[in-house]
């Protein structure tokens, strides 16, 4: 019962933005699904937590790229259709930080559109935070894609690509740089669909990533879930979920062509960041990066009062990590 006014108030925010969606439907339908998007997006992809956010916030600081916004993401069906004013009205509503770590957010500042595909498909992983007991179906249906009849992905698909077209028909012009940790495992269906498409991986220490997702997952779960959640639980998932990304990546990144594929360390984007990008430009023959590095360097002196959560393993979550993810370290590099 403690979670009824939260389902409550899902449920009436969901009625009071209907008519505003079929209106937005009405109005731009037609002209969204005559959209066009070209060229090929650039995928950011790599497990949650391991920097996929500070990367895609970098390089949307190249005015070549253009990014799904947190507005969009939030409000699909709706967004087109809002002016000026109620976006800032609606901004001013928002947070100032993300709720799992103090990256700052604002309504247009660069999300991931796996949340705009909560709002039309059960197979978002955003759903995990709603729903804690089942986040381990959520997680291979919605990202890994088990057993899911091909029907079912064909409708997905379909809601994505108009998303894209939606975000593209509101940015024209300029290639769409989009950021998401659940394409990870989704390479070979993105290429098939886009085969000029070019991908970044990002990794870090799994270590980090471990402990990183773990809290990701309670505070998701604790603020948004419609279900009690467990640490535990969360414990055993992200040791077995991570792999299962990792392994689906390794294999996937094999339709990849030496120039459709950067990777790269949190780690390096961190030390040498300036260096990191031109290594991706250079890899991916991307043109620009010399007239956008004082935009770079202006990012970077806004962020240097960062400061990042400190999280610690349990020895016990350690040793069951460095069991789990022994191909993973060898797979990246890492020393366990």
Same mark, same amino acid.
């Not at 339908?29 to 500070?54: C, K, M, N, Y």
């Not at 709706?78 to 700052?104: A, F, H, I, Q």
């Not at 020895?315 to 460095?322: G, L, T």
């Given at each position: 019962?403690?979670?009824?006014?939260?389902?409550?108030?899902?449920?009436?925010?969901?009625?009071?933005?209907?008519?505003?969606?079929?209106?937005?439907?009405?109005?731009?339908?037609?002209?969204?699904?005559?959209?066009?998007?070209?060229?090929?997006?650039?995928?950011?992809?790599?497990?949650?937590?391991?920097?996929?956010?500070?990367?895609?916030?970098?390089?949307?600081?190249?005015?070549?790229?253009?990014?799904?916004?947190?507005?969009?993401?939030?409000?699909?069906?709706?967004?087109?259709?809002?002016?000026?004013?109620?976006? %800032?009205?609606?901004? *001013?509503?928002?947070?100032?930080?993300?709720?799992? $770590?103090? !990256?700052?957010? @604002? #309504?247009?500042?660069? /999300?991931?559109?796996?949340?705009?595909?909560?709002?039309?498909?059960?197979?978002?992983?955003?759903?995990?935070?709603?729903?804690? %007991?089942?986040?381990? *179906?959520?997680?291979?249906?919605?990202?890994?894609? $088990?057993? !899911?009849?091909? @029907? #079912?992905?064909?409708? /997905?698909?379909?809601?994505?690509?108009?998303?894209?077209?939606?975000?593209?028909?509101?940015?024209?012009?300029?290639?769409?740089?989009?950021?998401?940790?659940?394409?990870?495992?989704?390479?070979?269906?993105?290429?098939?669909?886009?085969?000029? #498409?070019?991908?970044?991986?990002?990794?870090?220490?799994?270590?980090?990533?471990?402990?990183?997702?773990?809290?990701?997952?309670?505070?998701?779960?604790?603020?948004?879930?419609?279900?009690?959640?467990?640490?535990?639980?969360?414990?055993?998932?992200?040791?077995?979920?991570?792999?299962?990304?990792?392994?689906?990546?390794?294999?996937?990144?094999?339709?990849?062509?030496?120039?459709?594929?950067?990777?790269?360390?949190?780690?390096?984007?961190?030390?040498?960041?300036?260096?990191?990008?031109?290594?991706?430009?250079?890899?991916?023959?991307?043109?620009?990066?010399?007239?956008?590095?004082?935009?770079?360097?202006?990012?970077?002196?806004?962020?240097?009062?960062?400061?990042?959560?400190?999280?610690?393993?349990?020895?016990?979550?350690?040793?069951?990590?460095?069991?789990?993810?022994?191909?993973?370290?060898?797979?990246?590099?890492?020393?366990?």
């Amino acid at each position: 019962m403690r979670h009824l006014p939260r389902v409550l108030g899902l449920g009436l925010g969901i009625l009071a933005r209907e008519p505003v969606s079929w209106i937005a439907a009405a109005r731009y339908h037609r002209r969204v699904e005559r959209q066009e998007i070209a060229p090929d997006p650039l995928f950011i992809v790599g497990h949650w937590r391991s920097g996929t956010t500070h990367l895609q916030n970098l390089l949307n600081c190249d005015p070549q790229f253009s990014c799904v916004t947190l507005l969009q993401a939030g409000m699909p069906r709706e967004y087109l259709l809002l002016s000026e004013g109620v976006k %800032r009205w609606l901004g *001013r509503l928002l947070p100032s930080t993300r709720l799992m $770590d103090n !990256v700052s957010i @604002a #309504a247009d500042v660069p /999300w991931e559109e796996e949340l705009a595909l909560a709002a039309a498909s059960r197979y978002s992983f955003y759903h995990v935070s709603f729903f804690p %007991r089942s986040m381990e *179906r959520i997680f291979d249906e919605a990202v890994m894609f $088990d057993s !899911v009849p091909q @029907a #079912a992905i064909r409708k /997905w698909w379909t809601g994505y690509l108009r998303f894209l077209q939606m975000v593209q028909y509101d940015q024209p012009g300029r290639r769409l740089l989009l950021k998401n940790p659940a394409n990870t495992a989704r390479i070979r269906l993105l290429k098939k669909r886009f085969p000029k #498409a070019q991908f970044i991986h990002i990794h870090r220490n799994p270590y980090k990533v471990f402990v990183s997702s773990v809290h990701l997952y309670l505070q998701a779960q604790n603020a948004w879930g419609l279900q009690s959640t467990d640490r535990q639980r969360v414990v055993a998932h992200v040791l077995a979920s991570y792999p299962q990304l990792m392994r689906a990546y390794f294999e996937q990144r094999e339709v990849l062509a030496e120039t459709d594929l950067a990777e790269v360390s949190f780690a390096s984007l961190q030390k040498a960041p300036l260096e990191t990008l031109e290594s991706i430009y250079c890899r991916l023959d991307l043109t620009g990066f010399e007239e956008a590095v004082p935009r770079f360097r202006a990012y970077l002196e806004r962020q240097k009062g960062y400061r990042k959560n400190r999280l610690e393993l349990t020895e016990s979550e350690r040793a069951a990590v460095a069991t789990c993810w022994r191909d993973i370290f060898t797979g990246l590099g890492y020393e366990m």
